[in-house]
């Protein structure tokens, strides 16, 4: 093969593998961007036995979990180093999340993790800050771009969450790494925006383990979940 040409191909093929938003190395290897689950455990059981939650609020229908209101189901294990994969599906205006790394079921917010889930095509979701959008560590960190699919569609997650680091991947792609040691401040993100008021715990201070969530029907708008699936890590 010419030795111009040969250079080239490698060219292309690099760029190739930028554009996936992997590695080369991760390319080389032939990770894929969501795991195959078909051995995980389930997160919750049919008949929600293992769950936390309001009585009457979360409903298991035919594979989809939803709920009537604003109120988290929360597993019943404390979980330290995992993978939790679903899949989701908004409604116009969806505004929800799941939560990790909750250590205080009953005043959650400042005391986990939330990676967002939003309709980031309606209008409140589009105009709000990038901190605030789909795949966002929420006030925290913005994804790198907007994966979402539109209401009425699946949409797949895989979040990876070992110690202080935290990844997401959206519709096969990872628009999300954070490492929570940088995050010094309960006011100010790294990069001087602003973090909000009610988020007040740094998140070097928060603990790496706790209890998983997902939030509920929030402001009216309804949220859907199937196939959520778990894996834990063991430490190195």
Request: aromatic share 10%.
């Amino acid at each position: 093969m010419n030795k111009n040409l040969k250079s080239g191909m490698i060219a292309l093929s690099l760029l190739a593998i930028m554009c996936t938003g992997l590695s080369a190395k991760d390319k080389k290897k032939g990770d894929k961007i969501h795991p195959d689950t078909s051995n995980w455990e389930s997160l919750f059981k049919d008949d929600l036995s293992n769950a936390s939650f309001p009585k009457g609020v979360w409903t298991f229908n035919k594979g989809i979990l939803t709920a009537s209101e604003d109120q988290a189901i929360w597993s019943a294990k404390d979980y330290k180093n995992f993978k939790i994969d679903l899949e989701f599906k908004t409604a116009d205006g969806t505004n929800s999340g799941v939560i990790v790394y909750c250590t205080n079921k009953d005043n959650w917010i400042p005391n986990s993790v939330e990676i967002q889930i939003a309709d980031d095509f309606a209008k409140e979701w589009a105009e709000s800050p990038k901190t605030w959008q789909c795949a966002a560590i929420f006030g925290h960190l913005a994804p790198t771009k907007s994966m979402v699919k539109k209401p009425g569609e699946w949409n797949h997650f895989t979040i990876t969450c070992k110690g202080k680091k935290i990844k997401v991947a959206l519709n096969d792609e990872l628009v999300n790494e954070m490492d929570m040691d940088l995050w010094t401040s309960a006011t100010k993100n790294p990069d001087g925006s602003d973090i909000p008021a009610w988020l007040s715990t740094p998140f070097n201070k928060l603990a790496t383990h706790g209890f998983i969530g997902l939030q509920g029907k929030h402001a009216g708008a309804p949220i859907y979940f199937r196939n959520v699936k778990i894996k834990e890590l063991k430490e190195k």
